[in-house]
């Protein structure tokens, strides 16, 4: 049977964006949920400036209260060198770092050009890896760029490229702000599989125009083999105009599971953590199949 990686996101990307600050406690339950259900690889926090993403100003204290799993891996997003060091000094196992395809959305979101964020990047794996942890690299706004536009696919593969070449664990493209379609994202993640093979493709979507999912689709079709999911498409960029939530883990354990890819992550129990997360956070939340009827009925 085929099957799909799915990193659980909503512990940093979901919630970052919520304005509502959520305690440590609830994120460490929320955490503790999504293992629970299945999910063995988790974004549980970022090690950025807390004057610029309030949520996140408890890392070091939801590193410390994560579970002893040597089955999970947490990762945490660092965006410079001495978030990678509060990182490593932390327990995270993975760095989670992050380049931007587009000059403008890195400066404003980074402070930095796109050549300069891809630099920080490759020395955050370095790093990592010096310190024996792992890393990944997120190629951002892969897809599109709230103020340049299209971004070049010629461009993303290039970036894709030399991410690789400081062989991270995988090299993610993401959707900042949730313009991609599905057609779009069969052709980049067919080139950067080629490009970069071995080394893995993730995918992170959000679902701000009602693309996500279908996104998801065209990037497994495609050779994508990790996805990046929140719990009740919990999410945002607080960065990006308009982006909406992130495509919800269990309307794609939904769509995995039902055309027989395997991902180990249990539907019934992601339904669950997100309708207890829907509830915390104190409002309705975008994925879908939470409000369906269970399908196939439970037999009677
Ligand atoms: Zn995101």
Redo the contacts with the bound molecule.
């Keep these: 049977m085929p099957s799909v990686e799915i990193v659980e996101?909503a512990p940093r990307?979901g919630l970052q964006n919520e304005a509502r600050l959520v305690s440590t406690a609830q994120k460490l339950e929320l955490i503790g949920r999504a293992i629970a259900a299945g999910a063995r690889r988790l974004e549980v926090t970022s090690f950025v400036n807390p004057r610029r993403v309030p949520q996140m100003a408890d890392a070091d204290e939801v590193a410390k209260g994560l579970p002893e799993r040597g089955d999970v891996t947490f990762i945490a997003l660092v965006l410079n060198r001495r978030g990678a060091e509060r990182a490593l000094a932390a327990r995270i196992d993975e760095l989670g770092a992050v380049c931007v395809a587009s000059d403008t959305f890195a400066m404003r979101n980074q402070g930095q050009t796109s050549a300069e964020s891809l630099e920080v990047a490759r020395e955050t794996v370095a790093l990592a890896k010096a310190a024996g942890r792992g890393a990944q690299i997120t190629v951002a706004t892969a897809f599109g760029c709230p103020f340049e536009g299209e971004v070049p696919l010629a461009r993303v593969v290039e970036m894709a490229k030399r991410a690789a070449d400081a062989a991270p664990r995988e090299v993610g493209l993401?959707?900042?702000i949730g313009v991609a379609v599905p057609g779009q994202v069969g052709e980049a993640v067919a080139r950067v599989v080629e490009a970069i093979a071995p080394i893995p493709v993730r995918v992170?979507f959000?679902d701000t125009r009602n693309t996500a999912i279908a996104n998801v689709w065209a990037a497994v079709q495609a050779g994508a083999t990790v996805v990046?999911a929140?719990l009740g498409g919990l999410?945002?960029?607080p960065f990006a105009p308009g982006?909406s939530g992130?495509v919800a883990t269990e309307d794609v354990l939904y769509l995995l599971d039902r055309s027989g890819i395997a991902t180990g992550y249990d539907r019934a129990g992601a339904i669950a953590a997100a309708t207890w997360l829907a509830d915390v956070i104190g409002r309705d939340l975008s994925g879908k199949v939470r409000c369906a009827p269970a399908f196939p009925p439970a037999a009677t």
């Design positions: 996101v990307d993401a959707d900042t992170h959000h990046d929140a999410g945002g960029c982006a992130n």
